[in-house]
């Protein structure tokens, strides 16, 4: 476990910053104390520095986690948001869907947004933004990005794309091996 590097970071923030915009800097300065990103196994956690400094006792091989998991790098060194990070980000959100019911278990499957199910979209959403997705209650149900920008969403077909699926709730069911470990 071990601090970002300076790449790192720039990586990670670009990727945070694209769904929540300057709220990244609300994650580390919290009220109730201090957190930071420690990277683990190509891994980014979100850690409070309180339960940093008993972690450091534990041995590296022996860790397997510690604090949220944001996500990971890929070999390429890109950076993928991982579910375990809508807590945390949902709150921050510039950029928000929301679906309709029908739509719902679509998403939830994996599957991209379409206009027929789209229930809301922020105004001034722009193509290729982050957005957090919430059902018509306000519960956060995953990531995507903006296929059209909002202006194109109200005169897109019902059949058009309008938010790319990035990650959603289900994953915690379809992919609860490699989310952590």
């Keep these: 476990m071990r601090p970002l590097t300076d790449e790192e ?3 990670f923030f670009e990727k945070l910053t694209k769904y929540i915009g300057e ?3 609300l994650l580390i300065d919290r009220p109730d104390g201090a957190y930071c990103f420690r990277l683990h196994r190509d891994r980014v956690f979100y ?3 309180k339960l940093l400094k008993h972690a450091v006792s534990i041995d590296r091989d022996h860790l397997m986690s510690i604090g949220t998991c944001f996500g990971k790098f890929t070999k390429t060194r890109q950076f993928r948001l991982h579910v375990t990070a809508l807590d945390y980000l949902a709150p921050y959100a510039q950029y928000k869907i929301w679906l309709k019911p029908t739509a719902e278990q679509q998403f939830v499957y994996g599957n991209h947004i379409m206009k027929s199910g789209l229930g809301r979209i922020s105004e001034s959403t722009a193509k290729y933004q982050g957005v957090i997705v919430y059902n018509m ?3 956060p149900l995953g ?3 903006a296929a059209k920008a909002t202006s194109e969403c109200r005169h897109a077909e ?3 794309i309008v938010c790319f699926h990035q990650a959603d709730v289900g994953e915690y069911i379809r992919a609860e091996d490699t989310l952590v470990g």
């Design 9 to 11: 970071t720039k990586i």
């Design 23 to 25: 709220n990244v800097r």
């Design 47 to 49: 850690v409070s520095e």
């Design 137 to 139: 209650a306000d519960i």
């Design 143 to 145: 990531f995507g990005v």
């Design 158 to 160: 019902p059949m058009a």
